[in-house]
């Protein structure tokens, strides 16, 4: 099983700052992962698919980068709405899931 | 505009199965590289697949459930299903179906239905 390990577990950040959220694969994945983000109460959206594609509708400041065991969620300046849990998912070897970074208002 | 709605039990007795319904609607369950998935979060906790199937019956299944997990779907109905067995406390869970594009990414979310194993 591919573990995924995401830092740091909890981000504390002020609206429009940057963030930079760290996901790591305990084997190459090659580009096969996404990003979901997660509100209290709310089913995952997803943001980014194949490392660094954005899904529909997903605003510009969010990026992702990265390849084979190190990737990065990218929020460029934070928007009140960001504030959530986001997950990292690989599909290279069936599907699984980070343990999630909490970003916070600081 | 795809929608998925999961229902079921809320409350199941231990040793017995859990079954959930998810209802897709805005789009044929039969769409060329559409599977159907089930992913679940216990309370606090992060996200773990269950299993995938897609329209002609073919299934994926997370291989640390696989012995307990049964995934299908009725076309004529536009629904997908899951059937846990011989669950314990640990099965505990928010159970979410989605729309698993081309075994790729879940796109497509239902809100998601709570599932509390107790006697």
């Known amino acids: 099983e591919i573990v995924l390990t995401q830092s740091p577990a909890t981000l504390s950040l002020s609206p429009g700052e940057r963030a930079t959220l760290s996901c790591r694969a305990s084997q190459s994945v090659d580009n096969y992962l996404a990003w979901y983000q997660q509100k209290p109460g709310q089913a995952p959206r997803l943001l980014i698919y194949?490392?660094?594609n954005r899904a529909t509708g997903i605003p510009a400041r969010f990026s992702g980068s990265g390849s084979g065991t190190d990737f990065t969620l990218t929020i460029s300046s934070l928007e009140p709405e960001d504030f959530a849990v986001y997950y990292c998912?690989?599909?290279?070897?069936?599907?699984?899931f980070g343990q999630g970074t909490k970003l916070e208002i600081k | 505009q795809l929608q998925l709605q999961e229902s079921g039990p809320g409350l199941v007795k231990p040793s017995e199965t859990l079954s959930l319904t998810c209802t897709v609607s805005?789009?044929?369950?039969?769409?060329?590289?559409?599977?159907w998935g089930w992913i679940r979060q216990p309370p606090g906790k992060g996200l773990e697949w269950i299993g995938s199937?897609?329209?002609?019956?073919?299934?994926h299944y997370n291989p640390s459930l696989k012995s307990r997990v049964t995934i299908y779907v009725d076309t004529s109905k536009n629904h997908f299903y899951l059937k846990l067995s011989s669950v314990t406390a640990a099965d505990t869970a928010m159970y979410y179906c989605a729309r698993h594009w081309a075994l790729r990414y879940l796109d497509y979310w239902g809100q998601g239905t709570l599932v509390t194993v107790s006697s």
């Open positions: 998912q690989q599909r290279s070897n069936w599907y699984t």
């Open positions: 805005g789009g044929p369950i039969s769409s060329s590289s559409s599977y």
């Open positions: 194949d490392a660094s």
């Open positions: 199937i897609y329209y002609s019956g073919s299934t």
